[in-house]
């Protein structure tokens, strides 16, 4: 079983904030066996990207899948191993895989999360209210029991 970070990006973001979030990745105290930067097919690839490529990068294409990107083709390319995602507006902590590894071992059953956003259900409760809007970030390095959507309409933020 390997440990694998897999992230997406789009646009213009591609070339000016998706780098660092990728240097941030590739400067982990415990590395991951892998870091794949999943691209849509017609998406050209900035040189920054080619030169991160020779430190531990790996660029794949795929169907235009908007942020699934980053999550479906890894799912199916990599099934048997331990998927972690990433964003590419973010600057992860040196340590943010190590961390997130040891909540995984602790319990294999539990979704690990760096960090989350409480769902908030409009008063209907039958959708949720747009993301802009949901609920605060919840919690640091931790697990979820159960998804929030298995749950009712308990809050799950008690479950770090």
């Known amino acids: 079983m390997r440990y694998i970070v897999t992230l997406t990006s789009y646009g213009h973001r591609v070339e000016s904030i998706a780098p660092y979030a990728v240097c941030s990745l590739l400067n982990q105290t415990l590395a991951p ?31 235009d899948l908007k942020s699934y990107k980053k999550l479906v083709p890894a799912m199916i390319e990599f099934s048997n191993d331990v998927l ?7 600057l992860y902590p040196n340590n943010w895989f ?3 590894k040891m909540a995984f071992l602790e ?3 539990k979704i690990c999360v ?5 769902p908030t259900l409009n008063q ?7 993301y802009i809007k949901a609920g605060y970030e ?7 029991t159960t998804p929030w959507w298995n ?5 799950n933020s008690g479950g770090y």
């Open 84 to 90: 972690i995602t990433a964003g590419d507006d973010h």
């Open 33 to 63: 066996d892998r870091i794949i930067f999943w691209l849509a097919y017609d998406t050209p690839v900035p040189p920054i990207l080619r030169k991160l490529c020779g430190i531990g990068l790996e660029i794949k294409f795929c169907e």
């Open 107 to 109: 319990d294999t059953s």
């Open 138 to 144: 919840i919690g640091s390095v931790g697990s979820y």
């Open 98 to 100: 190590e961390q997130l």
């Open 124 to 130: 209907s409760s039958t959708t949720s209210v747009p």
């Open 151 to 155: 749950q009712g309409s308990e809050n």
């Open 114 to 118: 760096h960090r989350a956003h409480d």
